[in-house]
């Protein structure tokens, strides 16, 4: 309890400055992130990040130090040779882009693990703490770095305002963008560059193992929550920060635990999390609508059974008439009469029952789209009878007001259905 306090205060400078320094990375890699997710360019965030390594190791032999402006600039060189490699790969020879961006990230990052070889042989005593970069290591980040890093993201932020409708329009449809007079190739390049750079900010945090997550696990885990693009970033930013805070935490309190497998096991627990509860696209939404859409057919069809055993003259409707005309598993046929019960579109007297007069209108109305529904197939798609009852069936449910104008329009106010059958008004 008295860590959590002690860390949660921020009286600590050391405390304030890795979970600023932490935040900072995760909000700028989120949003960056976004656009690559959406680009469906996820595994180039894991590339750039194995193929910074050796820009790293680089950056220190120019300046003998662990400068993160030299370490910076390297990552950023390495990043972007990585990708022309890549891409010119793909361009020139037979090889499929998965094949490129793996002989790219195995390439570099084994000429990176040869580099870091050679600076522990050398004996600079700069080189303590080199290998961090690996899986990260927040604890490190000094002021310094954190300026740095403030300096940069904001710098990407700013660019992700002022070119937000021109990246949006390139995250979806390229071709579009360009049929509208935009260079395409000029902001996808700039795309290309934020990328690089977010994943250079973030290695010192994440490490080149996991930078990959940071860049696309929040989009991905927000893209459950939200169908709109500023939304998603600015919740991915959130599951990033809430991640940064909480791996900063674990690796506060824990004895030689990084912070980087932390903060990518928080960014899964969270996307594990929305999987199961995200609105509308969780899995527990899902099994919820699934369990309202069952009752909502079972409900029409018990009152269609009503309309159509009404209309053949049956005056005393019970549960045995209903099934003796319909296949219902009983104890579900209990249950949906129960519910219309309560929904006032039936009254029970003993075991009849009977349609109240919104439960007649309700019953109108679902034989009324079966039956439009059968003759539209017979007379605009040109089904025969005999195939009809079951396409129909199936699309009653889910008929709504405006496509049932379309179909009263469109077959003139029939009165008939192929069988000759009424439909009620």
């Known amino acids: ?122 004996g600079s005593a700069s080189q303590t703490g080199l290998h961090d970069f690996l899986l990260g290591k927040a604890a490190n980040i000094t002021r310094f770095d954190l300026a740095v890093f403030g300096v940069i993201s904001l710098l990407l932020i700013v660019l992700v305002i002022t070119y937000y409708k021109v990246f949006k329009l390139i995250s979806f449809n390229e071709d579009y963008a360009a049929s509208l007079g935009y260079n395409v190739r000029f902001y996808r390049f700039l795309l290309t560059t934020m990328t690089v750079i977010a994943v250079a900010v973030g290695i010192q945090a994440v490490g080149v193992v996991l930078m990959s997550a940071l860049l696309i696990t929040p989009a991905a885990t927000a893209r459950l929550w939200t169908h709109k693009l500023h939304r998603l970033m600015l919740i991915a930013g959130i599951f990033g920060a809430l991640s940064g805070i909480f791996g900063a935490y674990v690796s506060f309190t824990a004895v030689n635990m990084p912070t980087g497998p932390w903060f990518v096991v928080f960014l899964t627990f969270f996307a594990l999390l929305s999987i199961f509860i995200a609105p509308k696209n969780g899995i527990l939404s899902k099994l919820k609508q699934k369990r309202n859409n069952a009752n909502k057919i079972n409900q029409e069809n018990v009152l269609k059974t009503f309309y159509n055993l009404i209309e053949r003259g049956v005056e005393q409707i019970t549960t045995q008439v209903i099934l003796e005309k319909r296949s219902f598993i009983p104890r579900v046929l209990e249950s949906t009469l129960s519910k219309l019960k309560h929904q006032g579109f039936v009254d029970r007297n ?41 396409l129909a069936e199936s699309m009653e449910h889910i008929i709504t007001p405006e496509i049932e104008k379309d179909l009263l329009k469109e077959l003139d106010y029939p009165t008939t259905d192929p069988h000759e059958s009424k439909i009620p008004y």
């Open 1 to 122: 309890m008295n860590s959590l306090l002690e860390f949660f205060s921020f009286t600590n400078p050391t405390v304030r400055t890795v979970v600023l320094g932490t935040v900072l990375i995760a909000v700028c890699s989120s949003i960056v992130g976004t656009y690559t997710y959406l680009r469906k360019r996820s595994l180039v965030g894991d590339v750039v990040a194995h193929a910074i390594f050796p820009g790293i190791c680089f950056g220190f032999v120019l300046s003998g130090s662990k400068n993160p402006i030299y370490l910076m600039l390297g990552a950023i060189l390495a990043g972007w040779v990585a990708l022309i490699l890549m891409d010119a790969i793909v361009a020139k020879t037979k090889l499929k882009t998965d094949t490129a961006q793996a002989f790219i990230l195995t390439f570099f990052f084994g000429l990176g693990t040869v580099f870091l070889a050679y600076i522990q042989k050398s």
């Open 350 to 390: 003993g075991s009849v029952y009977t349609l109240t007069e919104a439960g007649w209108d309700e019953a109108k109305r679902v034989v009324r789209l079966h039956r439009l529904w059968e003759l539209y197939l017979t007379k605009r798609m040109n089904y025969k009878d005999d195939h009809i009852h079951g």
